[in-house]
């Protein structure tokens, strides 16, 4: 299996991580950024496949997206 780096959004080159911390929601990770080309900066989240379907509510509640409360 190989490894493709994220591509900028702005130009479409390579990026390469700056920075890499746990967030606050359990075992995702932030992650900065950066273009290689343009040097444009951006931030991305990472989470684990069994909470992808979670959304935070505007009272920071974490909550299944198909929940209507």
């Known amino acids: 299996m190989s490894v493709v780096g994220m591509k900028c959004e702005a130009c479409g080159g390579a990026s390469f991580v700056v920075e890499?911390?746990?967030?606050?929601i359990?075992?995702?990770i932030r992650r900065r950024r950066k273009c290689r080309a343009c040097?444009?900066?951006?931030?991305?989240v990472e989470?684990?496949?069994d909470l992808v379907n979670y959304v935070f509510k505007e009272n920071k509640k974490l909550l299944a997206m198909n929940q209507e409360t």
């Open 47 to 49: 989470l684990p496949y």
């Open 39 to 44: 040097k444009r900066v951006w931030a991305t």
């Open 26 to 28: 359990d075992n995702a």
């Open 20 to 24: 890499s911390r746990k967030s606050r």
